[in-house]
């Protein structure tokens, strides 16, 4: 590969990405709207809540033009619940918070998973990125940033070994779900996850080639035709 | 495989047990013996690269020329081995290319082993790669794991594994940056 760069996104790629999600802020000063292309922003009126883009309300933030309003499930007991949950089912996935019925938008940057709105007992997809992009610009607007760094760590820990464990169960449906990891983990996990699948195509490869390929779909669960495999080679 | 894949090249460089099915004149300097001829039957170690186009023959319509074994990483002593404990097996000592070696044989075509034989091969090393695999992403998330009782582990690894270490590795180390440089930041 000519590109250093790895395959997939880096961290301050992600971290980047999340910046477009809506955060609740409580203003400081007057601002009247803005035309951005995403669209006009709410005018600023002091004692009044406002959603903002995440990018927007750190530039406040850093001007001390407002102050940011953590969403629901970065409080530390709403952690402390999602902790329990991970840690009491082994396999429950991580959840997304659901999207409101009837609501057009259903992926992340546009549902407000991150506003003071938002369902305190689901992490939404950018929860990582965003937990440390505020807790770093805007300690001083959470109660007990310590506690919620540290059950941020705990958090992250344990989804990542849940994560690990899903290597061993690889064959079950010829796949990884990953549904419910936030895009930081997904970021986190490419390399290796997606070596482990290289890795049992290729010793699979040599199955198919010895000629008993339905049966070995069903056991390796990677189905696969020879033309596949030489369209995969070409770019190895 | 690439053409400039180094890991195939050095796949191919790994040695497969070749017997000669004729004498051949001239060709004991595989052997160690200089000048001499290389007898009927006599068992030498080649390169896969060689061994293989030794071995191929329905082009020329004649008996090949060589017979290729399976070399002993891939025998049944280390399969049983992996069977019993894919973790404790060290598949850096029995070939640095392990699961290259295997692949690129089960391509080929070796006389000793029978259908049967070749599936259970590839589910063997199926529940190996997995089985490794698991514990090379703990071992890549816990640092002191390398240093402790791991590093027995890590220096077993084969070259596929070590770059799914380094992988895993690496993706861990760059979030950590970036986390920490955030906390720089402020």
Not at chain 1, 95 to 120: E, N, Y
Not at chain 1, 133 to 161: C, H, K, N, Q, T
Not at chain 2, 126 to 149: M, S
Request: hydrophobic share 40%.
């Amino acid at each position: 590969m000519a590109l250093p760069l790895p395959a997939g996104l880096t961290p301050p790629e992600i971290a980047f990405l999340c910046e477009m999600e809506l955060v609740t802020v409580i203003p400081r000063q007057r601002l009247e709207g803005l035309d951005l292309l995403g669209g006009r922003t709410p005018p600023l009126i002091p004692p009044q809540r406002a959603n903002l883009p995440l990018w927007l309300a750190l530039l406040l933030k850093r001007q001390r033009r407002a102050n940011i309003l953590p969403p629901p499930w970065l409080h530390p007991s709403a952690l402390l619940t999602i902790l329990e949950l991970e840690h009491a089912g082994q396999s429950a996935p991580p959840r997304l918070p659901p999207a409101p019925p009837g609501s057009l938008p259903i992926s992340p940057p546009f549902l407000p998973s991150s506003t003071a709105a938002a369902p305190r007992d689901a992490l939404p997809y950018h929860w990582l990125e965003l937990g440390e992009i505020l807790l770093e610009a805007a300690s001083d607007d959470f109660e007990d940033p310590d506690g919620v760094r540290r059950l941020m760590r705990d958090l992250r820990e344990v989804r990542m070994a849940s994560m690990r464990k899903g290597v061993g169960m690889f064959d079950a449906q010829g796949g990884f779900n990953m549904t419910g990891f936030g895009g930081m983990e997904v970021g986190e996990g490419r390399a290796f996850i997606g070596g482990v699948i290289d890795g049992l195509r290729k010793i699979g490869a040599a199955r198919e080639r010895s000629g008993d390929g339905d049966q070995d779909d069903q056991d390796n669960g990677f189905p696969s035709t020879a033309d596949d495999y030489d369209d995969d080679e070409m770019d190895m | 495989m690439s053409y400039y894949d180094i890991d195939a090249i050095l796949t191919d460089a790994q040695k497969v047990p070749c017997t000669f099915e004729l004498t051949v004149p001239g060709l004991g300097f595989l052997d160690g013996n200089m000048g001499g001829d290389m007898k009927k039957d006599s068992k030498v170690e080649l390169p896969i690269w060689l061994g293989e186009m030794l071995s191929l023959s329905e082009m020329m319509n004649t008996d090949s020329l060589v017979t290729l074994g399976i070399p002993s990483a891939l025998g049944p002593r280390v399969s049983n081995a992996l069977k019993a404990d894919p973790k404790t097996v060290d598949l850096r000592a029995l070939a640095s290319h392990f699961y290259n070696l295997a692949t690129r044989l089960l391509e080929m075509y070796v006389e000793d082993i029978n259908k049967a034989e070749e599936q259970e091969m590839i589910r063997v090393l199926t529940e190996t790669f997995k089985a490794r695999a698991a514990v090379i992403a703990d071992q890549a998330n816990n640092v002191r794991g390398t240093l402790g009782e791991g590093a027995d582990f890590l220096r077993g690894l084969d070259e596929n594994e070590r770059q799914l270490f380094r992988a895993a590795h690496d993706s861990a180390k760059s979030v950590r940056a970036w986390v920490a440089e955030g906390m720089k930041k402020k």
